[in-house]
């Protein structure tokens, strides 16, 4: 028997649905109810899975959640489990990524806001922070985007844990090749065409929206930007445009297949001014050939029209099928790699966040 | 002895009681308890719930107040409102 579990993290609450041998998903009762739910992972590599759940209680502050149940119980560090150290002056807003390192068994990774990393080395249940990168030249010349100054993306090497790249908005792709003791910017060839001709390509200040790493080729990785969509061949030293041949190459999620090379998904809006799918339809973009051409994908999705966003963590694809949740509360998956789409849910709060696994 | 009246929404913190005592001493033997080491010791005590009244510095978080004697701490001084003997703290979260 196969079980697969999808964790959908809205604005008020998580919602945990299961699947038996491809069957529907089934939504279990909310949990964390009137509790924002940012971040979520499913961490399959011990025998016995962990679900993290980063959660804002509104008034009293954000936390972390570990459940090795599951979902039926959670628990908490007895200590703040993210916290900055005193000298930094600064508090902790929100939890926007954990992903469980694919080479190091026990190490979760946390993208707070603001821009911060943290590292945990118990299984997500306590973390520290990421001293180089706080004390990067570039940090106090990052800027706040429109979701706040977050670091939203956290790409691990699948083999080498000393390399690794993360993403703040509005800072860029910060790369590491010493396990975190030092950061480069790496966003060349990333346009910024709201800045003055011939300045439009600085080193930093991006407002990358997601960034997802090929399943086969480990310097390879997609870019979804404020402004376009952008493939790397070496691990961001250098980025390629991708996204000309898009009806829009605005965006915020990008995925990548978890075991096909070179093919990956967007879910292009109009614009940064309008943020709704363009011609009102959810339309998945897929490439097979690593962002060479594009295929619109929307059989099974509503007809439209619809005007809701899709943001940047609320698609996500794993064996468990391709998934994407929109602001107004649905979430759709396809287990054809995009060919064709089902209704998983509706009605639930704005979705800001997938994950799922098969367990 | 000082005691926190939690609302419901606080509860679930301290195994859904109504209320918690914690121990809180002055500075100095002549020297009335605060509201700051009286979060002092419920930090000791009940660190889940402390956490959630006040940020990793010890700030009470924006949309906390906490009342002592029917007045606003904030007023009386905040974290350095005086504590008479037996007092009780009420907690309250903003309404929204």
């Not at chain 1, 807003?93 to 080479?103: E, G, I, K, N």
């Not at chain 1, 000393?162 to 003791?181: E, K, P, Q």
Request: hydrophobic fraction near 35%.
């Amino acid at each position: 028997m196969t079980d697969a579990l999808l964790a959908i993290g809205t604005r008020k609450g998580l919602f945990l649905a299961r699947s038996r041998d491809g069957g529907p998903f089934e939504i279990e009762p909310i949990q964390f109810s009137t509790v924002a739910v940012p971040s979520v992972a499913v961490d399959t590599r011990a025998p016995a899975p962990r679900l993290l759940a980063g959660i804002e209680y509104g008034h009293f502050g954000p936390s972390v959640m570990y459940s090795d149940d599951l979902g039926r119980t959670w628990s908490e560090a007895e200590r703040p489990p993210i916290a900055f150290p005193e000298k930094t002056e600064t508090t902790l807003t929100r939890v926007w990524q954990l992903v469980p390192s694919p080479s190091e068994p026990d190490v979760v990774w946390a993208g707070v806001e603001p821009g911060a990393l943290f590292r945990s080395e118990d299984r997500g249940v306590t973390y520290q922070l990421v001293e180089a990168l706080w004390e990067h030249p570039h940090r106090p010349r990052w800027v706040p985007g429109g979701g706040g100054l977050c670091l939203h993306t956290i790409v691990c090497h699948p083999t080498d844990p000393r390399t690794m790249g993360v993403a703040i908005s509005t800072g860029g792709f910060y790369r590491t090749s010493d396990g975190g003791l030092s950061w480069e910017a790496a966003n060349q060839g990333i346009r910024a065409p709201f800045l003055p001709e011939g300045q439009q390509y600085p080193e930093f200040g991006h407002c990358v929206h997601k960034v997802a790493p090929d399943p086969v080729d480990p310097e390879r990785l997609y870019l979804q930007h404020h402004f376009g969509v952008y493939r790397s061949d070496d691990f961001g030293g250098a980025w390629h445009d991708i996204g000309s041949s898009l009806p829009s190459d605005f965006g915020f999620p990008v995925v990548a297949h978890p075991t096909r090379p070179d093919t990956l998904y967007v879910l292009p809006l109009h614009a940064d001014m309008d943020r709704t799918p363009v011609g009102h339809r959810y339309r998945v973009h897929r490439s097979d050939d690593a962002g060479g051409t594009w295929r619109a994908l929307d059989r099974g999705l509503p007809e439209g029209p619809v005007h809701a966003a899709v943001l940047r963590d609320a698609m996500t694809m794993s064996e468990a099928g391709l998934f994407f949740g929109t602001r107004d509360g649905e979430v759709h998956c396809s287990r054809d790699d995009g060919e064709s789409w089902t209704l998983v849910a509706r009605h639930l709060p704005d979705v800001l966040t997938v994950r799922a696994a098969v367990l | 002895m000082v005691v926190f009246v939690l609302p419901s929404t606080l509860r679930r913190w301290v195994s859904g009681r109504t209320e918690v005592k914690v121990f809180a001493v002055g500075a100095d033997r002549d020297s009335p308890p605060t509201l700051g080491s009286a979060l002092e010791s419920l930090r000791r005590a009940h660190p889940l719930l402390e956490e959630r009244l006040r940020d990793e510095y010890g700030r009470i978080r924006r949309h906390i107040s906490m009342f002592v004697c029917g007045e606003n701490a904030r007023g009386l001084g905040g974290l350095d409102c005086a504590l008479p003997p037996g007092a009780e703290v009420y907690v309250l979260p903003a309404l929204t």
